[in-house]
């Protein structure tokens, strides 16, 4: 799902690099220190790795992780201390840690058009839309309880996100959610690699 976000958000990065996805689990939220340091380590190392079996330069990563907690004091602490230690295993690569409160679900429901396009079945609830959906403690029960015909499964989320990059809908959230700004506004600083001459 990431990598439609990027393509959204930032598309001449987008257009100008190869995103390449690695499948491991992240969990990189509730580690601190030397095992942080590590841990930021080994996905910057998995990274490059895949840059060289693309014949790639590797020039970024950008991590994707559910805080399980809408923002807040342990929001604000967890987002700091990841993004400064893949910054440091990143060393002069560019890094963005895309922290979704409460999860990954409650980025899909700033996007409520992209449900029905994925499931006319679904009918997105009107007293959901143009909310903070960071506030929602659960919205992946939220989501399961709502839509049962068919019962919204998390291999939906890629399938809604695809619709809403089509439709061009992952720049105009309806909506807030604190924790979707702050990737955009941090994918934003990311430069994009001068091409020319290669």
Same mark, same amino acid.
């Given at each position: 799902?990431?990598?439609?976000?990027?393509?959204?958000?930032?598309?001449?990065?987008?257009?100008?690099?190869?995103?390449?996805?690695?499948?491991?689990?992240?969990?990189?939220?509730?580690?601190?220190?030397?095992?942080?340091?590590? =841990? /930021?380590?080994?996905? &910057?190392?998995? +990274?490059?790795? *895949? #840059?060289?079996?693309?014949?790639?330069?590797?020039?970024?990563? @950008?991590?994707?992780?559910?805080?399980?907690?809408?923002?807040?004091?342990?929001?604000? =602490? /967890?987002?700091?201390? &990841?993004?400064? +230690?893949?910054? *440091? #295993?990143?060393?002069?690569?560019?890094?963005?840690?895309?922290? @979704?409160?409460?999860?990954?679900?409650?980025?899909?429901?700033?996007?409520?058009?992209?449900?029905?396009?994925?499931?006319?079945?679904?009918?997105?609830?009107?007293?959901?839309?143009?909310?903070?959906?960071?506030?929602?403690?659960?919205?992946?029960?939220?989501?399961?309880?709502?839509?049962?015909?068919?019962?919204?499964?998390?291999?939906?989320?890629?399938?809604?996100?695809?619709?809403?990059?089509?439709?061009?809908?992952?720049?105009?959230?309806?909506?807030?959610?604190?924790?979707?700004?702050?990737?955009?506004?941090?994918?934003?600083?990311?430069?994009?690699?001068?091409?020319?001459?290669?």
């Amino acid at each position: 799902m990431l990598a439609a976000f990027i393509k959204a958000n930032h598309p001449k990065l987008a257009s100008a690099v190869s995103l390449t996805e690695i499948t491991d689990p992240v969990r990189l939220r509730k580690k601190s220190g030397a095992d942080l340091a590590t =841990a /930021a380590s080994i996905l &910057v190392r998995k +990274a490059q790795g *895949k #840059a060289r079996l693309k014949r790639g330069e590797f020039i970024g990563i @950008a991590i994707h992780e559910d805080m399980d907690t809408p923002p807040g004091p342990a929001y604000d =602490a /967890a987002r700091r201390a &990841v993004s400064g +230690a893949i910054a *440091k #295993a990143a060393g002069s690569c560019s890094s963005v840690y895309a922290l @979704a409160a409460a999860e990954s679900e409650a980025w899909l429901l700033l996007f409520p058009k992209a449900f029905t396009l994925h499931r006319p079945a679904w009918q997105f609830p009107a007293q959901w839309q143009g909310k903070d959906t960071g506030r929602r403690l659960s919205p992946k029960e939220d989501l399961q309880a709502e839509f049962t015909s068919p019962r919204y499964r998390e291999s939906d989320g890629p399938e809604i996100v695809r619709k809403a990059l089509s439709h061009g809908m992952l720049t105009k959230p309806s909506g807030t959610n604190r924790s979707y700004s702050e990737f955009v506004t941090d994918l934003a600083k990311w430069p994009v690699p001068d091409r020319t001459g290669r």
